[in-house]
C-alpha cells in the first residue's frame, strides 16, 4: 500500500515537474528581439506618457525660484484650498470605509434579495460622468431643485458650499473601499466566521478578531485608493462649488483658475503640491502591498 503511495506521490510529483518545465518554456519561447522591443515600447509609453509630464510640473513650478514657489504654496487662497482638500478626504474617506466594509460583509458572508442590484449600483461611480454626478446635486439640492425650498427656508446650504464638495467626493469615491474588499472576501469564504460563532463569538467579536485580520492589507490598500480619488476630484467637485475663492475651491478648482488667469507659476506650484501628494500615495501603497506579500508569505 505504502509503495503505492510513494509510486502515485513520484508520478504526480514528475507530472506537475514536466508541466511547470513546460509552462515556463511556453512562456518564454519568444525571442530575445521580442522580449526588449515589449519591454522598450513599454518604457517609452511609461517615459512619455506619464513621467515627463509629472517632471515638467515640478519644473515649471520651480521655474521663478524658490522664493516665487514659496510664495505661491503660501498664499491665503492655496491654504484654504489645501485646508478643503484634506477637510473632504477626511470626512469623506472614513465614510467610505464604513460603507466599503459593511457592503463588502453583506455581499460576501449572506445571501439576500437584491445582492446583485447592490453590487451592480456601487459601480455606478465609475459608469456616470463626475459631471452628471454634479448635476445631480444640484438638481436634488439646488435653489431651484427637489428640496431647494425646504433647505432655503431653514437656511441650509448645500451646494455653492462645503456640504455639496463633501457630498460629490463621497459619491465619487465610495466604490473603491467596497470593490477592493468584496473579491477579497469572497475568496476566504465563511468558514472562520462560522466557526468563531459556534464557539461562542458575537457579530463584533467575530468581526474584530477573525475576519479583519485576514482583510487588513486589502482594507488599507482601498482607503489609500479612495483618499487618492478624493483629493484629487474634478469634475463633479467642479459643478457643485461654485468656484468662491477663498471658500469653495479644491486644490485641482485653484490649478484650473491660477491656469485661466495665466498665473502659470502658481498654477503648477500648486499643481506640484498635488502631484507630491500623489506621490506619497504611490509610496503609501507600495509599501502596503509589499507588507502584504510578506503576510501571505509567513503564512
Not at 476566504?188 to 467575530?206: D, I, N, P, S, Y
Amino acid at each position: 500500500m505504502s509503495n503505492t503511495i510513494t509510486r502515485v506521490s513520484a508520478s504526480n510529483s514528475f507530472s506537475w515537474t514536466t508541466v511547470t518545465r513546460f509552462e515556463k518554456n511556453v512562456a518564454t519561447q519568444e525571442s530575445v528581439w521580442v522580449k526588449r522591443t515589449i519591454l522598450i515600447t513599454a518604457l517609452l509609453f511609461f517615459a512619455f506618457f506619464l513621467l515627463l509630464p509629472l517632471v515638467a510640473v515640478f519644473v515649471e513650478a520651480l521655474r521663478k525660484g524658490v522664493a516665487v514657489y514659496w510664495q505661491a504654496l503660501s498664499d491665503p487662497d492655496a491654504l484654504s484650498a489645501l485646508t478643503l482638500t484634506l477637510l473632504a478626504a477626511l470626512i469623506s474617506v472614513p465614510l467610505n470605509l464604513v460603507f466599503g466594509v459593511a457592503a463588502a460583509w453583506a455581499i460576501a458572508k449572506f445571501e439576500f434579495r437584491g445582492k446583485h442590484l447592490l453590487t451592480t449600483l456601487i459601480d455606478l461611480p465609475f459608469s456616470v460622468s463626475p459631471v452628471v454626478v454634479g448635476l445631480m446635486y444640484v438638481l436634488v439640492f439646488g435653489v431651484n431643485g427637489w428640496f431647494g425650498g425646504w433647505l432655503v427656508e431653514h437656511d441650509i446650504k448645500i451646494i455653492f458650499a462645503v456640504p455639496g464638495i463633501v457630498l460629490a467626493t463621497i459619491f465619487v469615491t465610495f466604490p473603491f473601499v467596497a470593490r477592493e474588499l468584496i473579491p477579497l472576501m469572497q475568496a476566504q469564504g465563511k468558514e472562520e466566521e462560522e466557526a468563531a460563532v459556534v464557539l461562542g463569538a458575537r457579530g463584533w467579536q467575530t468581526f474584530w478578531y477573525v475576519t479583519l485580520p485576514n482583510i487588513k492589507w486589502g482594507l488599507l490598500y482601498g482607503v489609500i485608493l479612495c483618499n487618492a480619488r478624493a483629493m484629487g476630484e474634478f469634475g463633479a467637485v467642479s459643478v457643485v462649488s461654485g468656484h468662491i475663492r477663498g471658500m469653495t475651491n479644491t486644490m485641482p478648482l485653484h490649478v484650473e483658475i491660477l491656469y485661466n488667469e495665466y498665473n502659470f507659476a502658481a498654477a503648477f506650484a500648486v499643481a506640484s503640491l498635488l502631484a507630491l501628494l500623489a506621490l506619497v500615495t504611490l509610496g503609501i501603497k507600495t509599501w502596503v502591498e509589499y507588507r502584504a506579500e510578506l503576510a501571505h508569505g509567513t503564512h
